[in-house]
């Protein structure tokens, strides 16, 4: 007699189109992961009606359906087994996903993997930076003092903190660089030596470039004639990203056509002399531009119409999950941790920790209301807890969305949250898991608000979660 594993299995393959409809499968911590050739044969009814299924979602060309850690990787034996189906890993299952995907999709699905294998290091630089300011911090523990004026045998340690926090930024770009080259297959060491160009200590500091365009001190170089700011690329994001897509394609090319005996030392040579000089004549001052352009957008979403912005932000922010779209805010995020220094912060954390938390919230009321579905209410219970810790697609896709009223419901409250977030000015100092524990990454003194933003955030979305149910979603309650 079959198990229930192998039931499942069985179900799920005949809802997608059975084991020929199947390119590439996979699976994570809870979710198994499918690219089908044609995803038009997905009976949705049917699959929804599995006793082990808890939702489902598409993203970014992948079919996701949610079975719930202990279970998935079970499931997944035997699905491979009954389908004939090969196993891949979730790279090579992304990379067939990859195809399916529109030239915009690709984009953000590339900014994205250059980001994600750096996020450890600015994470450990954000944290380290909120450690130091806490000991340097006014007020805070003292009246008038900080730890380290109360305590002068701990400034050396203080001292130390604050160099290794602010490594991971100084090095951005020697970081972007080998991630980037990576991703568009370049030689990765070659990517870091195009980043290291980019901040020698030989040019002007980026961050005081705007003061030397304004008392007109830029250094230039005077190559054949032509004047090349001598500017160097510090808290850029953009620049070393386009910078290493240009080695890597020179790269790659040359390597098709230098001999092998040559290839080890005129390949190098060409690839990072002529990316260098274009860097500095053409990539870096337009992708500057760019890149500023996006950060001030942000920037004045936030600090010129105040709550008003963070109310957008934060309504904003789940209609991009569902759509893939928010891949493209990494790049802005960090371009603003970047310049930490300068800014103080990013308000954008806690705005996405909002939306989390609000999805959260509405899936825990749908537990409450939906007293007679048993599958419902498990997966509302499971996936509201998941959101609170910054992992929302099993609430967003399994719940919220399947019914609705408590997306909107959601949206509202994480909006409200968001708005009253940006009205105190909460800033975080890195990135992290955006839920009730980010509350790790965010500034000593803005502490207590980001508890404060969320709690709001939850009270609100409960509520009007609760008020939409009893009215346009009472049908629903079943």
């Not at 304004?214 to 005077?222: C, F, N, S």
């Not at 537990?367 to 959101?387: D, V």
């Not at 990454?441 to 608000?449: H, V």
Request: with cysteine; aromatic share 8%; charged share 15%.
């Amino acid at each position: 007699m079959e198990d229930k594993y192998a039931k499942t299995a069985r179900e799920i393959l005949n809802c997608i189109g059975g084991g020929e409809n199947v390119i590439s499968s996979a699976h994570c911590a809870t979710r198994l992961r499918l690219v089908l050739k044609d995803e038009s044969k997905i009976n949705m009814d049917a699959l929804e009606q599995i006793e082990l299924v808890k939702g489902n979602f598409n993203n970014g060309g992948q079919f996701q359906i949610i079975l719930g850690t202990g279970i998935v990787d079970k499931v997944y034996a035997e699905f491979v087994k009954i389908g004939n189906v090969a196993e891949m890993t979730k790279e090579e299952v992304k990379q067939e996903a990859a195809k399916k995907m529109n030239p915009i999709q690709k984009l953000l699905k590339t900014l994205a993997d250059v980001f994600v294998p750096i996020l450890p290091a600015l994470v450990a630089s954000g944290l380290l930076m909120g450690i130091n300011n806490i000991l340097t911090a006014q007020g805070m523990f003292f009246a008038d003092m900080s730890l380290v004026d109360a305590y002068p045998q701990i400034k050396d340690l203080a001292d130390m903190i604050n160099l290794a926090s602010n490594a991971g930024f100084t090095f951005l770009p020697v970081l972007i660089g080998f991630s980037a080259a990576k991703i568009f297959g370049g030689t990765p060491i070659l990517g870091a030596v195009i980043g290291a160009i980019m901040i020698h200590p030989d040019l002007l500091n980026g961050y005081s470039y705007g003061q030397a365009l304004l008392d007109g001190t830029v250094p230039y170089w005077h190559i054949f004639g032509l004047p090349v700011a001598k500017v160097g690329y510090q808290g850029t994001v953009l620049p070393v990203i386009v910078s290493v897509f240009c080695m890597s394609f020179i790269e790659k090319r040359l390597r098709k056509v230098v001999p092998a005996m040559l290839d080890n030392i005129i390949t190098p040579l060409v690839s990072v002399l002529v990316t260098a000089a274009l860097t500095f004549l053409f990539i870096g001052p337009v992708m500057r531009t760019v890149g500023d352009a996006m950060t001030n957008a942000v920037m004045w979403l936030f600090f010129d119409l105040g709550p008003l912005g963070g109310l957008i932000y934060g309504v904003t922010y789940p209609l991009l999950v569902i759509t893939g779209m928010h891949h493209s805010l990494v790049t802005a995020e960090t371009q603003i941790l970047a310049n930490i220094q300068t800014l103080g912060g990013s308000p954008t954390f806690v705005v996405v920790a909002c939306a989390n938390c609000a999805q959260g919230a509405a899936a825990l009321a749908v537990m409450l209301l939906m007293r007679k579905n048993a599958k419902m209410k498990s997966m509302a219970s499971a996936s509201g807890i998941s959101a609170f810790l910054g992992i929302t697609e099993p609430a967003i896709f399994g719940v919220n969305l399947k019914l609705r009223y408590p997306f909107y419901a959601a949206l509202i409250g994480g909006g409200i949250g968001a708005a009253y977030a940006t009205m105190m000015h909460v800033l975080s100092v890195s990135q992290g898991p955006c839920g009730l524990i980010g509350v790790i990454c965010i500034r000593p003194d803005c502490m207590l608000q980001f508890l404060v933003s969320t709690i709001i955030t939850i009270i609100c979305t409960f509520i009007i979660t609760i008020l939409f149910g009893k009215t346009i979603g009472r049908k629903q309650q079943a």
